[in-house]
């Protein structure tokens, strides 16, 4: 193959070969079966690893074009999706933990990642080690033990936009053995490539950035031959297949993944530069902003940008957090993120109305927080609609 090419040329070519057409746009294969030739090619393909054309639980054109797009675009040698981000993770755990295992996770991580692990903790006696400062080596060093099996990252993480030094914990991982997985979901391949700095998997919520349009879910996992088809054998037992149509819509997303992740960033950074000088304003976290404690990781590890993700918090308290997001109208009230229009979630009253204080404060969630998913929209438009609700919060003293 002409190699190498950019992301969006990649993007939009590089699957190219799995569209026995001649429609340029690859067409949906809305199918459950394909006839087989002959006998003798049903014994084949029963026997080989994702055969593009036999049963779509074990493969389809439309899984295998967008795989081959996401594989080239993280630099893997290979990449599998799946019916949610979930999905992979889950794939992850049940190929390479056993029960008994050891586990090295940060503490601040996606819930669903941390239920994943608290469920293997309880049900497979996983045990694990969390660790608190992302940024402190010495910590990811002092987890590590004889039984460790998998070390997990998120960078930066969600909610709180932590970094972690993927070089630091790769090496780490190489020099005990211990395979290293990367949640690549808020960076995207656009601006982190967890495999150049020796990750050996890289997995992913697609719903978010990678699909981009708040309209599929879909989880990707990419890395090695070896350790794909590990999964890939598993995805065919138990059947979290990404649908045709998901993965045809998850492709035409990932055509326009360069342009949009690198117009939400650019808008990311400037409303993050504007943030910090509202006077209601108590913090702004952005990996971008040179006061951001993870600034310099994600200078050296982050390539055109820093994401599209900002926090920040109001002075005012949960009160405040609730009144300013009722008053937005072009920033939409919602918990997902990495879409073209932009999001706002207030975990105190939203997703962690209902978790324990302690809990919260390990997670750096305060009352007044805001987790701002910045879309593409026009700037002066957003800085319109959040200076409304700072106009409403205002009043909430
Ligand atoms: C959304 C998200 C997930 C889960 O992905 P789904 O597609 O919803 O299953 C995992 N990790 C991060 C960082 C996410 O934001």
């Given at each position: 193959m002409p190699k190498p090419w950019g992301p969006t040329t990649t993007a939009i070519h590089a699957g190219r070969r799995f569209n026995?057409?001649?429609a340029v746009t690859t067409p949906i294969f809305q199918t459950s079966v394909f006839q087989l030739l002959e006998n003798r090619e049903g014994a084949e393909f029963a026997a080989s690893v994702e055969p593009p054309a036999f049963y779509t639980r074990w493969g389809n054109p439309n899984q295998s074009e967008v795989e081959a797009v996401l594989a080239e675009l993280e630099g893997a040698e290979r990449a599998l999706v799946t019916a949610s981000g979930m999905a992979a993770f889950a794939l992850v755990f049940e190929a390479f933990l056993k029960t008994g295992d050891h586990l090295v996770a940060p503490s601040a991580i996606y819930l669903g990642t941390e239920q994943l692990i608290r469920r293997w903790?309880?049900?497979r006696?996983?045990?694990?080690?969390?660790v608190q400062n992302t940024l402190d080596q010495g910590e990811w060093e002092a987890a590590i033990r004889p039984e460790t099996r998998l070390i997990w990252v998120e960078t930066p993480s969600n909610p709180t936009l932590a970094l972690t030094d993927l070089a630091a914990v790769a090496a780490l991982g190489r020099k005990h053995g211990i395979r290293t997985?990367?949640?690549?979901t808020f960076p995207s391949?656009?601006?982190t490539k967890p495999l150049d700095f020796g990750i050996d998997l890289s997995v992913a919520s697609a719903t978010k950035y990678l699909a981009g349009h708040s309209d599929v879910v879909a989880g990707v996992l990419a890395g090695r031959e070896a350790d794909v088809v590990a999964c890939w054998h598993l995805s065919k037992i138990w059947g979290p297949t990404l649908d045709p149509m998901a993965a045809w819509l998850l492709h035409r997303g990932l055509k326009t993944l360069a342009l949009r992740v690198r117009r939400s960033s650019d808008n990311a950074q400037a409303?993050?530069?504007w943030l910090l000088w509202q006077p209601h304003v108590a913090r702004v976290d952005y990996p971008g902003l040179p006061t951001h404690p993870g600034h310099v990781v994600a200078a050296r590890q982050m390539d055109k940008g820093f994401?599209?993700?900002v926090c920040f918090e109001l002075a005012a308290g949960l009160l405040a957090g609730q009144r300013f997001c009722e008053a937005l109208e072009v920033i939409t009230r919602g918990v997902s993120l990495g879409g073209v229009e932009s999001l706002i979630q207030h975990p105190a009253s939203m997703s962690h109305l209902k978790t324990a204080p302690e809990v919260k404060a390990r997670l750096g969630i305060t009352d007044g927080l805001l987790r701002f998913s910045v879309g593409i929209e026009d700037q002066p438009d957003l800085i319109a609609d959040l200076e409304k609700g700072f106009q409403a919060a205002a009043g909430a003293r």
């Open positions: 026995p057409t001649r903790e309880a049900e006696d996983l045990k694990v080690t969390w997985v990367a949640d690549n391949p656009i601006h409303l993050a530069q994401g599209g993700m």
